[in-house]
């Protein structure tokens, strides 16, 4: 039954649902498999083995009696370990929340169980989510699966999350991205990561890194099933003062694998000049082969692309500050070294500096808008690199060399700050067998096309369904 491990969420739900296999033998499948490998590879912190099997059991119940909960009734999953779980310890990838258990669960949490989803356990991440990498002192690094010679990165924050997908230790994941969180380990993982629209999804009961700039989102093998995370997570909830109003789309309707006529817009400037050869010239033959399919693919720059990194700085650090400030005077020596060390970098942030980052946020929002006016989205490189070494510090870009964390975030986080939503998708591998990723941008709110486009791409590339040498 470890096959049951490699199915896609769709795939899943469907098989649980005409009763073909049941809850309790998918959840037994995928526990037998944590137990057998993710001592290497170290994607979970905390597995809830005895509980999953209970809910497994109680979801057999309800099928058998004709009372299944919704999309995802059986279907196991992870959670990146910032969302609170009832009875279940948040560490937030930390020694300061190691015994820190929460009295209910955070608001997508709760959505996703009401859609039968089961919690298998809580997932590896950078500690209190800030940094690109994927490196916890605490818990031990979660390790890329992909080079089974050299010790690489998974990309961060949500490193667990993306390798427990991508290894078949989890059917799907929640991850969140302040700067690229989901979409940078998704890409360097070789598995498909949605941003949503800033908004879109609740925040509620998911532990912050910068308010203005944190969304959640689910990490899968395939956009389409994203798509069936995101129709169960989204929609307003008045426990977090920017969730959106707007109606929720049904996101799996609009799957219809149609590109004619669908217009997009290939990034140029910093997104054509930054990545290495590799990975620019796989996102090149992807667009050709969209424009293949019948979409109408031209080229746009971002023209204010430059300005991202210090305004996301400047919020990023005066945000997180905020947040840590009590436990850094108290409790300092718990932090990983690295991690407090940015964090005691937003005292240099001064008032001025992040009004005037907020106001470039504005301006770079607009800029994205201006591109999606005459276009329905446009695509890019996630990150300008494949999977650094670990014992990497800094990379070879096309532009030159940058340090590995500012390398790694440096297309991302562009799109955190304008809140458009945004998907890593698997575009192709480099010579060495590292994955490449490509990222779709979309206008606010519209989820449903950002998916369309990846879900078109995964109907006619088989780069999604590539398994890992660690796997």
Same mark, same amino acid.
């Given at each position: 039954?470890?096959?049951?491990?490699?199915?896609?969420?769709?795939?899943?739900?469907?098989?649980?649902?005409?009763?073909?296999?049941?809850?309790?033998?998918?959840?037994?499948?995928?526990?037998?498999?944590?137990?057998?490998?993710?001592?290497?590879?170290?994607?979970?912190?905390?597995?809830?083995?005895?509980?999953?099997?209970?809910?497994?059991? *109680? #979801?057999?119940?309800? /099928?058998? %009696? @004709?009372?299944?909960? =919704?999309?995802?009734?059986? $279907?196991?999953? !992870? +959670?990146?370990?910032?969302?609170?779980?009832?009875?279940?310890?948040?560490?937030?990838?930390?020694?300061?929340?190691?015994?820190?258990?929460?009295?209910?669960?955070?608001?997508?949490?709760?959505?996703?169980?009401?859609?039968?989803?089961?919690?298998?356990?809580?997932?590896?991440?950078?500690?209190?989510?800030?940094?690109?990498?994927?490196?916890?002192?605490?818990?031990?690094?979660?390790?890329?699966?992909?080079? *089974? #010679?050299?010790?690489? /990165?998974? %990309? @961060?924050?949500?490193? =667990?999350?993306?390798?427990? $997908?991508?290894? !078949? +230790?989890?059917?799907?994941?929640?991850?969140?991205?302040?700067?690229?969180?989901?979409?940078?380990?998704?890409?360097?993982?070789?598995?498909?990561?949605?941003?949503?629209?800033?908004?879109?999804?609740?925040?509620?009961?998911?532990?912050?890194?910068?308010?203005?700039?944190?969304?959640?989102?689910?990490?899968?093998?395939?956009?389409?099933?994203?798509?069936?995370?995101?129709?169960?997570?989204?929609?307003?909830? *008045? #426990?977090?003062?920017?969730?959106?109003?707007?109606?929720?789309?049904?996101?799996?309707?609009?799957?219809?694998?149609? +590109?004619?006529?669908?217009?997009?817009?290939?990034?140029?400037?910093?997104?054509?000049?930054?990545?290495?050869?590799?990975?620019?010239a796989a996102v090149e033959a992807a667009?050709?082969?969209?424009?293949?399919?019948?979409?109408?693919?031209?080229?746009?720059?971002?023209?204010?692309?430059?300005?991202?990194?210090?305004?996301?700085?400047?919020?990023?650090?005066?945000?997180?500050?905020?947040?840590?400030?009590?436990?850094?005077?108290?409790?300092?020596?718990?932090?990983?070294?690295?991690?407090?060390?940015?964090?005691?970098?937003?005292?240099?942030?001064?008032?001025?500096?992040?009004?005037?980052?907020?106001?470039?946020?504005?301006?770079?929002?607009?800029?994205?808008?201006?591109?999606?006016?005459?276009?329905?989205?446009?695509?890019?490189?996630?990150?300008?690199?494949?999977?650094?070494?670990v014992a990497d510090r800094d990379a070879?870009?096309?532009?030159?060399?940058?340090?590995?964390?500012?390398?790694?975030?440096?297309?991302?986080?562009?799109?955190?700050?304008?809140?458009?939503?945004?998907?890593?998708?698997?575009?192709?591998?480099?010579?060495?067998?590292?994955?490449?990723?490509?990222?779709?941008?979309?206008?606010?709110?519209?989820?449903?096309?950002?998916?369309?486009?990846?879900?078109?791409?995964?109907?006619?590339?088989?780069?999604?369904?590539?398994?890992?040498?660690?796997?």
């Amino acid at each position: 039954m470890s096959d049951l491990c490699w199915w896609p969420v769709t795939d899943l739900a469907r098989a649980i649902a005409t009763k073909a296999v049941s809850p309790v033998e998918v959840v037994q499948a995928y526990l037998e498999r944590v137990q057998a490998r993710d001592a290497a590879l170290r994607a979970y912190i905390t597995v809830c083995g005895d509980a999953a099997l209970e809910e497994a059991r *109680a #979801a057999e119940s309800e /099928l058998m %009696g @004709g009372r299944p909960r =919704g999309p995802l009734h059986g $279907v196991p999953i !992870g +959670l990146k370990d910032l969302f609170a779980t009832a009875g279940v310890r948040t560490t937030g990838g930390s020694r300061i929340l190691a015994d820190a258990v929460p009295g209910q669960d955070a608001t997508v949490v709760r959505r996703l169980r009401a859609a039968g989803a089961i919690v298998l356990g809580k997932l590896n991440m950078v500690e209190f989510a800030y940094g690109p990498e994927g490196r916890n002192p605490h818990y031990g690094d979660a390790r890329n699966p992909w080079d *089974a #010679a050299t010790a690489r /990165l998974a %990309g @961060g924050s949500s490193s =667990g999350s993306a390798v427990a $997908v991508a290894t !078949g +230790l989890a059917a799907a994941a929640l991850g969140s991205d302040t700067g690229g969180s989901v979409r940078i380990p998704a890409s360097l993982s070789g598995i498909t990561g949605l941003k949503p629209t800033y908004g879109r999804v609740s925040r509620a009961g998911v532990l912050p890194l910068a308010w203005s700039l944190d969304h959640v989102g689910p990490m899968a093998r395939t956009a389409a099933d994203c798509a069936v995370l995101l129709r169960a997570m989204a929609g307003y909830d *008045a #426990a977090d003062a920017s969730a959106s109003v707007l109606p929720v789309p049904d996101y799996p309707a609009a799957l219809t694998g149609e +590109l004619a006529g669908l217009r997009i817009g290939l990034l140029r400037g910093l997104f054509a000049t930054a990545p290495a050869p590799e990975v620019g010239a796989a996102v090149e033959a992807a667009a050709a082969a969209l424009a293949g399919a019948g979409a109408v693919v031209d080229e746009v720059t971002l023209e204010r692309a430059g300005e991202a990194g210090p305004a996301a700085a400047a919020i990023v650090g005066a945000e997180a500050l905020a947040f840590h400030a009590g436990w850094l005077r108290t409790r300092g020596s718990e932090y990983d070294p690295e991690v407090a060390s940015r964090l005691r970098l937003g005292v240099l942030v001064s008032g001025v500096h992040y009004v005037r980052a907020q106001q470039v946020r504005g301006r770079l929002r607009e800029d994205v808008d201006a591109a999606l006016a005459r276009r329905d989205v446009l695509v890019a490189p996630v990150t300008p690199v494949t999977a650094p070494a670990v014992a990497d510090r800094d990379a070879a870009l096309g532009d030159g060399p940058a340090d590995v964390r500012s390398a790694l975030v440096r297309l991302t986080r562009h799109f955190n700050l304008s809140g458009h939503p945004a998907c890593s998708v698997p575009c192709g591998f480099t010579a060495g067998g590292l994955p490449i990723g490509m990222q779709v941008v979309g206008r606010p709110f519209d989820e449903a096309t950002v998916l369309r486009v990846a879900d078109a791409w995964q109907r006619i590339t088989d780069w999604h369904t590539r398994r890992p040498p660690l796997a």
